[in-house]
């Protein structure tokens, strides 16, 4: 009898589509899963309160309170997801036994972090922590027209780039340094450029120092609004796509950062077209920049396509950011990061090649018609079959998250 996976894959081949392909070619697209889903953003440093205009919410029990616990949970979390990955950290991760500050941060403190990535044969890519922190000092840090709060924010990145330039020549693939900052206003501002000017020459005074492209990208994330942040940011999308065409760092798409009929699938082609690299979070926006915990929907398996139908697979640097409090973290990051790799599987069957001769020759009707036909092929077979290869659970997981619920996070009280 034929399998599931063997029939699959007939159906794919009708279509022009080689399933074995897609297989091949999934396993190795990485994926940086970010590991502040585990906490709520909390870090190690004690920071108190999330702050910047992000916010988790909910008090589902279980929360990782320590760096043991918060590996412990990334590990069930490595298991049940398939693919080549990588593990995002934010500079609040750092391990110390004494207090250390932003600004003194070092490649040491990181240390435990890249012997845990090693072991398990990740990359590590890396964030500084620009909110969360008394430093933030009427919401803004690297645009401040207070000196001494530019000045420890500009420490503090530097001192990340350092640290991500020395991870990334010991991984041997280059470290993702992606900078994020909450500055910007809740009501209507008095002075727009002057913020942004003093942002600039920040990030100039930052990125003087200069590290080689095989251990470090740099990469800057724009964003519409936060909350209590909504009149005004100002790292906006306008502000860091010219800083970085003009200084040659790479821009980070966040979905979502943007007005809601913006689409991030629609700008990565817009800026392959001009750049390198382009560097991802991949979110799930409702109504505002909410982080909801990724579903398999239009966007992300839109976002999937511009990755494989433009050859973008080491081009485009996916990463993960969602924190969703409410329900149990570990299968939160779980369904996130298994629909990463469903939309990139989905995204590799599709007959790319066909669909754009169709485009290219004006047959709009046949396109339309072949766009709709393809959505009912076989994609569970060949998604089954690539857990299976990859010895992966199936679509029985979740029982291995209720049993480390039950075992280990139903005991953090
Ligand atoms: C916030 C940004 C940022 C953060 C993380 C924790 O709106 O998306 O990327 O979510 O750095
Ligand atoms: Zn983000």
Not at 297 to 305: F, P, Q, R, S, V
Request: glycine share 6%.
């Amino acid at each position: 009898m034929n399998s599931m996976f063997d029939l699959a894959k007939q159906a794919f081949a009708n279509w022009g589509v080689d399933a074995e392909e897609a297989l091949a070619r999934v396993a190795k697209i990485p994926v940086s899963i970010h590991c502040w889903q585990g906490d709520d953003v909390h870090g190690f440093l004690g920071a108190k309160e999330l702050s910047g205009g992000i916010q988790t919410t909910g008090n589902y029990p279980g929360a990782a309170r320590n760096p043991k616990e918060l590996m412990a949970d990334f590990d069930v979390v490595l298991s049940l997801v398939p693919g080549t990955k990588r593990i995002n950290l934010h500079a609040i991760y750092a391990i110390s036994d004494t207090p250390v500050e932003l600004d003194k941060l070092e490649y040491r403190h990181f240390e435990k972090w890249v012997k845990y990535a090693k072991e398990r044969n990740l990359g590590i890519d890396f964030n500084p922590t620009l909110f969360s922190h008394p430093m933030v000092v009427d919401g803004l840090t690297l645009s401040s027209p207070k000196k001494e709060v530019r000045e420890f924010w500009i420490k503090h990145v530097k001192a990340c780039r350092a640290i991500a330039a020395k991870i990334g020549q010991i991984q041997g693939t280059p470290c993702l340094n992606n900078i994020w900052i909450p500055d910007g206003f809740k009501d209507v501002p008095a002075d727009r450029l002057g913020p942004r000017q003093r942002l600039k020459e920040s990030l100039d005074e930052i990125f003087s120092v200069k590290y080689p492209s095989e251990y470090i990208v740099d990469s800057v994330e724009s964003k519409v609004f936060g909350i209590g942040v909504e009149s005004y940011t100002v790292g906006s999308n306008e502000f860091y796509q010219n800083y970085a065409a003009k200084n040659g760092v790479c821009c980070l798409l966040d979905n979502g950062h943007y007005h809601p009929l913006e689409y991030v699938s629609d700008k990565i082609p817009a800026l392959l077209a001009f750049y390198d690299k382009v560097a991802l979070h991949v979110t799930r926006g409702v109504r505002w920049d909410s982080d909801h915990v990724v579903r398999l929907e239009d966007e992300i398996l839109e976002i999937a396509k511009e990755i494989v139908r433009n050859n973008a697979d080491n081009k485009v640097l996916i990463g993960l950011d969602y924190f969703d409090a409410s329900i149990n973290r570990v299968a939160a990051w779980t369904i996130g990061a298994r629909n990463m790799e469903k939309a990139l599987l989905f995204a590799l069957l599709q007959p790319h090649a066909q669909l754009k001769k169709l485009q290219d020759e004006g047959k709009f009707t046949e396109l339309l018609a072949m766009s709709e036909e393809i959505k009912t092929l076989p994609y569970g077979a060949v998604w089954d079959e690539y857990l299976s290869r990859q010895k992966v659970a199936g679509n029985d997981w979740f029982k291995t998250v209720q049993a480390y619920e039950k075992k280990i996070l139903a005991e953090r009280k």
